[in-house]
């Protein structure tokens, strides 16, 4: 929770070819230690992620 309240989280992560697979990775690896720090759940916090390049993509949504 935040503070003492549920929050819903979508992440947005640059698939560009301009960012490059290293970038991608610190990219992954920021959202994964950013969601350690939270009770994931439908009561809780909620984490959604969309990619984006040339278009964009739903990776998973809120209640996934």
């Given amino acids: 929770?935040?503070?003492?309240?549920p929050a819903d989280i979508i992440f947005v992560l640059d698939t560009s070819s301009s960012e490059g697979?290293?970038?991608?990775q610190e990219e992954l690896d920021f959202v994964s230690d950013f969601v350690k720090?939270?009770?994931i759940g439908p009561s809780d916090v909620q984490v959604g992620m969309v990619t984006f390049g040339t278009t964009a993509h739903?990776?998973?949504?809120?209640?996934?």
């Fill in 58 to 64: 739903s990776e998973f949504y809120l209640n996934r």
């Fill in 1 to 5: 929770m935040c503070g003492d309240k």
């Fill in 21 to 24: 697979a290293a970038h991608f």
């Fill in 37 to 39: 720090q939270f009770d």
